[in-house]
């Protein structure tokens, strides 16, 4: 299963959770970039940057 399907098989309900569930790659493993992981889950590239940067400025609070 490749990591669009999968990402579409989330049954993700907060926005929280979703914005997490994102950025993740970046942030555990960093095996990929922000616009490789924009088209893994059909976000906007500068979304996933920003996400990615707030969330190492703030942790999970930044997420919010």
Same mark, same amino acid.
């Given at each position: 299963?490749?990591? =669009? #399907?999968?990402? +579409? $098989?989330?049954?993700?309900?907060?926005?929280?959770?979703? @914005?997490?569930?994102?950025? &993740?790659?970046?942030?555990?493993?960093?095996?990929?970039? =922000? #616009?490789?992981? +924009? $088209?893994?889950?059909?976000?906007?590239?500068?979304?996933? @940057?920003?996400?990615?940067? &707030?969330?190492?400025?703030?942790?999970?609070?930044?997420?919010?």
């Amino acid at each position: 299963m490749d990591a =669009a #399907t999968a990402f +579409a $098989q989330l049954p993700l309900i907060d926005q929280t959770q979703w @914005r997490y569930e994102v950025i &993740r790659p970046l942030v555990l493993f960093a095996d990929r970039t =922000a #616009t490789q992981r +924009a $088209q893994e889950t059909a976000t906007h590239p500068e979304t996933v @940057r920003m996400l990615h940067r &707030r969330f190492r400025q703030q942790g999970m609070l930044g997420l919010l």
